[in-house]
T-cell receptor
Framework: NAGVTQTPKFQVLKTGQSMTLQCAQDMNHNSMYWYRQDPGMGLRLIYYSASEGTTDKGEVPNGYNVSRLNKREFSLRLESAAPSQTSVYFC?????????????FGEGSRLTVL | DAKTTQPNSMESNEEEPVHLPCNHSTISGTDYIHWYRQLPSQGPEYVIH???SNVNNRMASLAIAEDRKSSTLILHRATLRDAAVYYCILRARREDMRFGAGTRLTVKP
């Protein structure tokens, strides 16, 4: 059982370049999330999707766009990368039930913007 | 949004119990208390959650104060593999999984 799969695992970009991080889950979860984690810090929510066809902003959405392509896939796009977006990005999914429902995380995508 | 406060770091000896505290004095009645941990170079993983009553599972126990303003994650016998950052989170809404800096647990052999 793969769980949550993120690609790519590593990426180096130059300032101004664009890229898309892909995330797929095979647990039939309705909710999906994108977080970023800067060195020595906790995770910060970028965007989330409560169900297929819906997306909402989290704590730090500026500079990012997302697409919930179908129930399985939730992608994160950087249109014009900046050095401040150097971080580790985590995708997660969950089945939200009355404030419960554990989050399952991918292994992370390490992005460096030069 | 309700916030949590955790110590930055804690140390434990292998095979001894560990009590990781979390303060959440502004918790509301519908907030669930969740704990996650993050092993080095991995994504966070779920540990346990609760609302009012103490909870046990194969990984840990969660003790919740009667007024719900604090909680404690208990690892009954710490192993080297339990060295991680532990996050205490209050969850009221679907998107409300906001991770603070957590507590970095070091386990000494």
């Amino acid at each position: 059982n793969a769980g949550v799969t993120q690609t790519p695992k590593f990426q180096v970009l130059k300032t101004g370049q664009s890229m898309t991080l892909q995330c797929a889950q095979d647990m039939n979860h309705n909710s999906m999330y994108w977080y970023r984690q800067d060195p020595g810090m906790g995770l910060r929510l970028i965007y989330y999707s409560a169900s297929e066809g819906t997306t909402d902003k989290g704590e730090v959405p500026n500079g990012y766009n997302v697409s919930r392509l179908n129930k399985r896939e939730f992608s994160l796009r950087l249109e014009s990368a900046a050095p401040s977006q150097t971080s580790v990005y985590f995708c997660a999914s969950s089945e939200f039930l009355r404030n419960t429902g554990e989050l399952f995380f991918g292994e992370g995508s390490r992005l460096t913007v030069l | 949004d309700a916030k949590t406060t955790q110590p930055n770091s804690m140390e434990s000896n292998e095979e001894e119990p560990v009590h990781l505290p979390c303060n959440h004095s502004t918790i509301s009645g519908t907030d669930y208390i969740h704990w996650y941990r993050q092993l080095p170079s991995q994504g966070p993983e779920y540990v346990i959650h609760g609302l009012t009553s103490n909870v046990n599972n194969r990984m840990a126990s969660l003790a919740i104060a009667e007024d719900r303003k604090s909680s404690t994650l208990i690892l009954h016998r710490a192993t080297l593999r339990d060295a991680a950052v532990y996050y205490c989170i209050l969850r009221a809404r679907r998107e409300d999984m906001r991770f603070g800096a957590g507590t970095r647990l070091t386990v000494k052999p």
